[in-house]
């Protein structure tokens, strides 16, 4: 097992340049080819994803299908048609090429005031390894509507995904990104949100399948008031590679954030990669913010990186912090539950759950945590040891 | 039908290398005795506790342990759980984000091989716990997380009521406990061999819990083997007399 826990607070830099969040750009010309030595890559297994780097149209690897409540438009953007375009500025060339290189969006809008009593289910499914998709989606919540988005997403792809937020005033929305793939898949890509006064928006990132996974998760405000919840859970494999980077702009006072990542990893070469990157400029007055992430490392020949930093660029704020924190699989824990009867793989998937089900009760929506919950559970029963068949008693 | 130990040696892992601290133990657990070793610290009774158990840092190295004729010295440590052994241990260990009431659920479905009927399993849990004196809020909070010392020895009994083993080891269940506490867990004890046919091994320091967990056999402990045996008479001997002169005596036959 490798840890490394290298928390970073830069207190009144001037400047926002920084390596973290370099300068987004819709010009592929400002996002060269990675070398692997920026610090934004140093992490990610270059070779692995360097079909992804290419510029690749889009060949339909993806099928999306929509199934939205009644009163939701669904529709579709042209490059440059507004609203897209509007949000996300792509900040790495995975996601720069998502954009150039997906002909149309897809666009989901929830209207003023309407407030949805079921999900809106965005079905992401590949059948092919090697064909590659290019899929942007854009979602608006209209003024102080209720809504919850559900991407999931299924099968084997090269898959290069932006998707685009716009949580207008008031609105409160909830995007679940499940990320169920195949082991042979590629994606990359950025969800961006962009959070007005006085809007909740909720992120609940699960990542389970694929070769490769590296997504950003980014948020700015447009206004005081704006809340954001960012919730995230893993499971890395042997050989498995995922990897979330969070940044949360906080470009404007009396915002909130908390981010709260974590995930458990085991067998060979099993990798995971957090970074949380909170910047508090000048002008986010009276703030708060806390950022955590918890790694649960199950077997030998797994390694977790996780990176917290906070750059605070004003003092004048309620609260700014964050821990990082990465431990093994207690032994004792282990004898403690197989003294009581329980099989060994049951005790580590016992154990697993109840790491992942205090974040998934954060989200405070009961049929989504029973959904996540089951999602979870199944995908425990196929990797840490097998289910056995319990009879129910009556 | 018993538990036997028989010629049993046990090698802990040190950084030494392997350490030598069960020098041949003999004894034998009817249903329906209560057993209690008494010994000083370091003699070796959490050992015999661990690797009845089958913790990984324990190693038999020669001997035999039956339990109701079948062998479970190769046994891994569910195994020997579900064939009817129990430890409550000196030190439960906390695991976070497991709910009690899901782990005892868990636990009872993997001894009986079919989970408990739900109308009957929540009402036996809350009275057990009831029985012990912790309230029902435990059965949400996470597996001895936060637990004090005493409660976690009064969960410990818990188990033992709800699982109901046939042989049940008691690791030093009385430390720590104050008076009115070690009265609650010893009752809950006596409730679990009331039916007269479960056997316990009772590993204690002191003498004070045998006035109220009645032994049938005392069995003294010194420097990993059995030193003396009696009746409860010897626990009060004990109490006069202390352990000096066994260890004294153990020291010179070594």
Same mark, same amino acid.
């Given at each position: ?19 973290? #969040? ?102 992401? #499914? ?269 | ?23 041949? =133990? ?66 439960? =260990?906390? =695991? ?88 609650? =867990? ?69």
């Amino acid at each position: 097992m490798t840890v490394t826990e290298v928390p970073n607070v830069a207190q009144a830099i001037e400047t926002v340049e920084s390596h973290l #969040h370099p300068k987004p750009s819709f010009a592929l010309a400002d996002h060269p080819v990675p070398t692997g030595r920026e610090e934004v890559w140093r992490f990610t297994p270059l070779r692995r994803i360097a079909s992804l780097l290419e510029e690749t149209p889009d060949a339909g690897a993806l099928s999306v299908t929509i199934d939205a409540p009644e009163g939701v438009e669904v529709g579709e953007l042209n490059a440059g048609q507004a609203p897209r375009g509007t949000v996300l500025v792509p900040g790495d060339r995975l996601a720069a090429l998502a954009d150039s290189g997906a002909p149309n969006a897809r666009y989901v809008r929830v209207p003023a005031n309407a407030e949805l009593a079921q999900p809106i289910f965005v079905d992401l #499914h590949g059948d092919d390894a090697a064909a590659r998709a290019n899929v942007v989606t854009v979602l608006v919540a209209e003024p102080h509507s209720k809504a919850t988005v559900v991407l999931r997403h299924t099968g084997s792809a090269q898959v290069l995904e932006n998707v685009e937020i716009d949580v207008q005033p008031g609105a409160s929305l909830t995007v679940v990104s499940l990320q169920d793939w195949a082991d042979d898949t590629l994606h990359g890509g950025e969800q961006t949100a962009r959070v007005a006064r006085d809007a909740t928006y909720r992120h609940v990132n699960v990542s389970f399948g694929g070769n490769v996974t590296r997504l950003h998760t980014n948020v700015y405000y447009e206004g005081p008031g704006g809340r954001a919840e960012l919730y995230g859970l893993y499971f890395a494999d042997a050989g498995q590679h995922i990897e979330h980077r969070m940044f949360v702009d906080h470009n404007a006072p009396d915002t909130f954030s908390h981010v709260d990542y974590r995930g458990a990893l085991q067998g060979t070469d099993a990798h995971t990669v957090w970074v949380g990157d909170v910047l508090i400029r000048k002008i986010a007055e009276n703030i708060e913010t806390y950022e955590t992430n918890k790694n649960l490392v199950l077997t030998e020949g797994a390694r977790a990186d996780s990176v917290p930093n906070l750059e605070i660029e004003t003092g004048e704020i309620i609260g700014a912090g964050h821990s990082s924190t990465t431990g093994r699989f207690d032994d004792e824990q282990l004898f403690y539950l197989t003294s009581r009867g329980i099989d060994p793989d049951e005790a580590k998937r016992l154990v697993v759950m109840g790491f992942f089900v205090e974040i998934i009760h954060r989200i405070g929506i009961a049929d989504l945590e029973e959904r996540l919950i089951a999602e979870v559970e199944r995908e425990l029963a196929e990797t840490v040891g097998v289910a056995k068949h319990v009879r129910e008693g009556e | 039908m018993s538990l036997v130990i028989s010629g049993l040696h046990v090698d802990v892992e040190t950084e030494d290398g392997p350490k030598e601290i069960l020098k041949g =133990v003999d004894l034998t657990i009817n249903p329906g005795e209560v057993h209690a070793i008494m010994g000083p610290n370091g003699s070796g009774k959490s050992t015999l506790a661990y690797s009845l158990a089958g913790h990984p840092k324990y190693h038999i190295t020669s001997g035999e342990v039956t339990l109701d004729g079948t062998a479970i010295n190769d046994l891994t440590v569910d195994e020997r759980a579900r064939a009817g052994l129990f430890l409550a241990m000196q030190y439960p =260990v906390e =695991v976070p984000g497991v709910s009690t009431a899901n782990f005892l659920r868990t636990a009872k479905t993997a001894i009986d091989g079919e989970a408990p009927k739900v109308r009957t399993w929540v009402k036996e849990v809350n009275a057990a716990m009831q029985e012990l004196g912790l309230d029902e809020s435990f059965t949400s909070r996470s597996l001895n997380e936060g637990f004090s010392g005493g409660e976690k020895k009064r969960a410990e009994i818990v188990q033992l009521q709800l699982l109901n083993p046939k042989y049940a080891i008691l690791d030093e269940t009385d430390s720590g406990l104050d008076i009115d506490a070690l009265r609650v =867990v010893a009752d809950g004890v006596n409730r679990y061999t009331a039916p007269g046919d479960r056997g316990v091994l009772l590993i204690t320091h002191y003498t004070r819990i045998l006035n109220y967990i009645k032994p049938d056999f005392v069995h003294v402990y010194v420097d990993g083997r059995v030193v003396a045996a009696g009746g409860p008479e010897l626990a009060d001997k004990l109490e006069e007399t202390g352990y000096d002169s066994y260890v004294a005596a153990a020291r010179a036959n070594a």
